[in-house]
């Protein structure tokens, strides 16, 4: 299987060695559509991702509800880190694979306008089998 330019073999070749490329990297190299395999890359780590959020988030509960002397400080901090973790999860699962999902449709537009610039650009230039005559007119002497 191949990641880069060169065969992989060993971790030299790219961070994840031979036998540990992520699941849409070793779909988009064996054909797989980038929505299809966004899609199930997003499934597969969907429990995972959330469970880990929520007891995160769980864990931080009871920094929420302290009625101490240091509850002025502790419930700031817990407010932050489970709106934070929140906001990541919904990062990590559904605004990442959309932005990598519309920029890989960019890249591919932008792609075909190119080859249609770069056609009419060979359009315009003379062939090489043309002869372009540069001599002089000599009517007017």
């Known amino acids: 299987m191949r990641c880069c330019s060169r065969p992989c073999s060993s971790a030299a070749c790219c961070p994840w060695g031979a036998r540990r490329h992520p699941q849409r990297v070793r779909q988009r190299a064996a054909g797989v559509a980038l929505e299809t395999a966004l899609r199930e890359a997003v499934q597969a780590r969907f429990r995972a991702v959330l469970l880990t959020s929520l007891t995160t988030i769980a864990g931080l509960l009871p920094l929420l509800?302290?009625?101490?002397?240091?509850?002025?400080?502790?419930?700031?901090?817990?407010?932050?880190?489970?709106?934070?973790?929140?906001?990541?999860?919904?990062?990590?699962?559904?605004?990442?694979?959309?932005?990598?999902?519309?920029?890989?449709?960019?890249?591919?537009?932008?792609?075909?306008?190119?080859?249609?610039?770069?056609?009419?650009a060979r359009a315009a230039l003379p062939t090489p089998n043309s002869t372009v005559t540069t001599e002089p007119d000599n009517r007017s002497a």
């Not at 999860?89 to 959309?98: D, G």
């Open 65 to 120: 509800f302290t009625s101490s002397s240091l509850s002025m400080y502790v419930t700031p901090i817990a407010i932050t880190l489970c709106f934070g973790l929140a906001f990541a999860t919904l990062l990590v699962l559904i605004v990442i694979p959309a932005l990598l999902l519309l920029l890989e449709r960019g890249k591919a537009r932008a792609g075909r306008r190119m080859a249609g610039v770069l056609a009419m």
